[in-house]
């Protein structure tokens, strides 16, 4: 048999070495996928911006879509889950719970089939049906702070859908009255502050504390995939209505232009948080 020569045995050497990286590199990779964040996104069509990440799971993250966004909330404090997209007042709720984003700012949206109503100054002299669901909310106090910053009279009553209606998202779903306007909107045309925080990343601080670059690395994912939503539209709907968030893809695509698509930390964060307040 011939003699391997000088050339040959550093291609082995060098393949060898290769062997080795790839093994260390899928061992390291079951590790991480061990210890993956485990994130709850709420149903609703206000997390649409994460429709991406339920789409194409990360080997640091999963993501479980949620009942409701107070079952995810008690997952989160029973430790069921590391983190969850949640209400901002449900967030601030709770204990043992950091806030890290803000993803949206509060989905409140005005319907009516009146065509001469398409901004806040048009519910002047009017009286306004706000969804009974939202009495005493971040949404509610947020619409009447705007009322009364723009100095607009607008009588609001609370019950089931009237004409004009302010409702959220979700529940606009189900209705084919057409949507005027978003309070974010809104609140930026007529006030110099961010809108009210809608959904927000909140963290368990006790996970937070021993997380590493796993969770990093989903904060990052999650960054990316509101840059994502802003710019695919047809992609964002699509992806919204397979993971269940909205009822189908017209519905996605109609409600598309009301949905904030942000991811706020620090300074902007803390002003988000206190606009609602």
Known sequence: MKQRTASQKR???????ALILLLGLLVW???RRGDAARVGIPHSVSA?????LLQSPGAQYSCVVGSTAQALAEALEKGDLDAALLPADLALSLTGVRIRAAVGYAPLVILSDDPEIRSLQDLEGRALTLDESLQNTREDRALRALLR???VRCAIAYGPAGDPFACSLDTAAGLDTPICFSLSKAWRQNLSSLPPAGLCLAVREDYLAQAGTDFAAF????KS?????????????????AAGLAPDEDTADRLYPFCDFVYLTGAELNAALQAGK
């Open 219 to 222: 904060e990052r994912a999650l």
């Open 149 to 151: 910053a723009a100095e």
């Open 225 to 241: 995939a509101m840059s994502y939503a802003a710019d695919k539209r047809k992609k964002t709907v699509a992806m919204t209505a």
């Open 11 to 17: 291609l082995l050497i060098i393949a060898f070495c």
């Open 29 to 31: 990779q079951g590790v």
């Open 48 to 52: 649409a911006g994460a429709a991406m």
